[in-house]
C-alpha cells in the first residue's frame, strides 16, 4: 500500500493513539527495570559508545588475555580450512541438549579429571548460564499443582544480581544473612551461619556461586559438605553454579576441589574462557534432569548456538582446556586482583572504616564501607557523573528484608578486569568520593 502524500512524521501523528497494553505476571517480572538491566546497560555504554570516555569497574565482563585471544583466533582459523564443519557450525540446527561430541567430551574430561560418573547423558548446553538458572530455578521453585508455594534457599547473602529477578512468579527466593569475619584493620570473609540456615518445608533447593559473584568469596569445603548433606538429607538438589571455578576457566586463588554427586547440579561457562559472545552454558545433572533442559531448551529456542561448543571441543578432548585455565587464565586474574587491592590500600585513608573482602576468585573486589552516611545507590550516581561506573551493593542482597542491616547498603562492587590505568584512575576517583561522602557524615 503506498504511503499518503505528506511527510512521514504527520502520517504517524494521525494515527490513534496505541493503549498501554497490560502485562502478565510473567512480563510485570521480567520486563521491569532491575539491577540486572542497569549493569548490562552500563556495561555496553562502557563498552560500546563510551569506550575509552567511561572507567568502567562494575561489569563482568572478562579481560582481554592476548594468549587466550590468539587462541580463539587459531580455532576460528582450523574452523575456516575445514569446510564441512564451519558450515555445520553455522549452518545447522543442534540438539536441544547440544552437540553430542561436545557433550561425550565435556562428561569424559569431568571423569577423567575427577572420577565422577558421567556420560553425555549427563551434560546439557545453554544458551549462557544465566538461562541455565532461569531454567532450573523455575523448574524447581514457584507455584505447584497442590497449591503450594516452593522457594530457593540462598544461604548466604550477597549472592549473584542475576538471578534476583528470574522468577516467572513472585517469592521465589529466601536467604540468609552470613556469619561476617573481620580480618585486620581492612579485610573481612563471609561463612555461611548454620545456625540461622533452618530449612523450612517450603525449601525446594538450595543454590549458591562457587566463587561467589559479587564478594569473590568461596565457600570452603566443610561448608560445601554440610550443604551437599543437607540437601540428600531433605531430599532437594544442591545447585552450585560454577560459572568462575575448577576445572575451567580457573578463575579461584584458593584450594577448592569441585564436588558432583547424584543431588548436585553443577553449572560451568565458557564466559570467563574470553567467550561470552558464544552464550555457551554447561549443566552437569542426573539423566532426567539433562532430559527436562534439553526439552526446556527446544521449546523456548530450538537449539544453542553452536560456536563456542565447536572452538572449545578439541581442547575439551585433549584437556588442554585444564592447562591454559590453570597457566594462563588464573594467573592473569590473581595479579589483576593483587593490583587493584594494592591501589585500594594506597588510595583509601587508613582511618576510615572500609573493609575489602579476601579475594578469592572471580573479576570482582567486593568493598564494605562501614558507617556509609550515604546509600551505596547515591555512591554510584555520584561516581556515574564523574564517569566511572561501580555497582551499588544493595541488589545484591535479596530474599530478604534488610531494612535493619545496615551492611546491606554499604558494601559495593568493583571489577578489576580492566587495564591498570583504568583500575588505577578508578579507585582514585572512588576514594575521593568515599572520603567526601565521610566527610558530610
Known amino acids: 500500500m503506498p504511503r499518503p502524500d505528506g511527510p512521514f512524521p504527520d502520517f504517524v501523528s494521525d494515527l490513534p493513539p496505541v493503549p498501554f497494553w497490560p502485562r502478565s505476571r510473567f512480563g510485570h517480572n521480567l520486563a521491569r527495570r532491575t539491577g540486572t538491566v542497569q549493569l548490562m546497560e552500563d556495561l555496553g555504554e562502557a563498552m560500546t559508545t563510551g569506550r575509552g570516555e567511561l572507567l568502567m569497574m562494575g561489569g563482568g565482563n572478562p579481560g582481554h588475555i592476548p594468549e587466550i585471544q590468539a587462541l580463539w583466533r587459531q580455532r576460528m582459523t582450523e574452523l575456516l580450512a575445514d569446510a564441512p564443519a564451519f558450515d555445520a557450525m553455522l549452518g545447522d540446527y543442534d540438539q536441544p541438549a547440544g552437540h553430542p561430541g561436545f557433550r561425550a567430551a565435556v562428561a569424559d574430561l569431568l571423569q577423567r579429571t575427577f572420577g565422577w560418573p558421567l556420560t ?97 568469596n568461596v565457600l570452603t569445603g566443610p561448608e560445601i559438605d554440610r550443604l551437599s548433606a543437607l540437601a540428600r538429607e531433605r531430599g532437594v538438589p544442591l545447585l552450585i553454579d560454577n560459572a568462575y571455578g575448577v576445572p575451567f ?35 552437569v545433572a542426573r539423566e532426567d534432569i539433562i532430559e527436562e533442559l534439553s526439552a526446556i531448551n527446544a521449546i523456548t529456542s530450538l537449539a544453542n548456538n553452536n560456536i563456542g561448543q565447536a572452538l572449545t571441543r578439541p581442547l575439551m578432548e585433549s584437556g588442554d582446556i585444564l592447562r591454559i585455565s590453570r597457566d594462563l587464565i588464573r594467573p592473569f586474574y590473581r595479579a589483576k586482583a593483587d593490583f587493584a587491592l594494592d591501589c585500594l590500600h594506597r588510595s583509601l585513608p587508613a582511618d576510615l572504616p572500609w573493609r575489602v573482602h579476601r579475594a578469592e576468585g572471580a573479576f570482582f573486589l567486593w568493598l564494605w564501607c562501614e558507617h556509609l552516611p550515604i546509600p551505596t545507590r547515591e555512591l554510584y550516581q555520584r561516581l556515574k557523573a564523574r564517569k566511572t561506573l561501580i555497582i551499588p551493593g544493595e541488589s545484591f542482597f535479596y530474599g530478604l528484608d534488610t531494612a535493619d542491616w545496615p551492611h546491606s ?16 584512575r578508578g579507585i582514585a576517583i572512588l576514594a575521593e568520593e568515599i572520603a567526601r561522602a565521610y566527610g558530610e557524615g
Open 120 to 216: 553425555a547423558k549427563n551434560i546439557a548446553v545453554t544458551n549462557g548460564g544465566q538461562t541455565a538458572f532461569f531454567f532450573l530455578f523455575n523448574r524447581f521453585a514457584g507455584d505447584f499443582d497442590d497449591g503450594s508455594h516452593r522457594r530457593i534457599l540462598l544461604p548466604l547473602v550477597p549472592e549473584y544480581i542475576g538471578y534476583a529477578d528470574q522468577a516467572v512468579g513472585a517469592d521465589l527466593f529466601t536467604a540468609r544473612r552470613p556469619a561476617i569475619e573481620l580480618i585486620g584493620d581492612h579485610s573481612f570473609k563471609y561463612h555461611i551461619d548454620f545456625d540461622r540456615l533452618a530449612l523450612t518445608d517450603d525449601i525446594a533447593a538450595i543454590a549458591i556461586s562457587r566463587p561467589t559473584n559479587p564478594s569473590s
Open 249 to 283: 576457566p580457573g578463575v579461584i586463588f584458593e584450594d577448592a576441589a569441585p564436588v558432583w554427586e547424584p543431588h548436585i547440579i553443577l553449572s560451568l561457562s565458557l564466559s570467563k574462557l574470553g567467550l561470552p559472545g558464544t552464550r555457551t552454558g554447561i549443566v
Open 409 to 424: 547498603h554499604e558494601c559495593l562492587r568493583l571489577s578489576h578486569t580492566q587495564s591498570e590505568d583504568t583500575v588505577r
